[in-house]
């Protein structure tokens, strides 16, 4: 039972250091500030924006996403986009809580050691052995 309290406990003290929520007679009282959010927070939000943008601009889904909008409705494509983000976020969360919690974390550190060098080896070797040929 204790290890089922633990995720909950987590999230309530993230959510007292970020928002400044403290518990109050078993409800959680909101104490914001007249800055309205902690300034930590933002800070932390604007850089993790400004990050995943950087880095999705030059993704493949981006290109993609561009060519598709040309060729079909804009509103349509942009919902398909969002609603892969949605279901990837999800999918990564849901992923990210149950590989350590189901299997030991040190085999989790390891496999995700693995993962990072074969998948950033297998782009090199892509890189690498690229032909051009339509060009």
């Known amino acids: 039972m204790q290890d089922l309290l633990q995720p909950i406990a987590a999230s309530r003290a993230l959510l007292t250091r970020a928002f400044g929520l403290h ?33 999705e601009i030059g993704d493949k889904t981006f290109f993609i996403a561009a060519i598709m909008a040309m060729r079909s409705s804009r509103v349509t494509v942009f919902a398909g986009a969002l609603g892969a983000l949605a279901a990837m976020t999800v999918l990564s969360a849901l992923l990210g809580w149950a590989a350590p919690n189901l299997i030991s974390k040190v085999y989790t550190h390891y496999a995700a050691t693995i993962l990072f060098f074969f998948f950033g080896f297998k782009t090199l070797y892509d890189t690498y052995t690229h032909t051009d040929e339509g060009e």
């Open 23 to 55: 518990p109050l007679n078993g409800t959680a009282s909101a104490m914001i500030g007249s800055a309205g959010l902690s300034r930590r927070f933002v800070e932390a939000l604007g850089k993790s924006i400004g990050v995943i943008g950087a880095s």
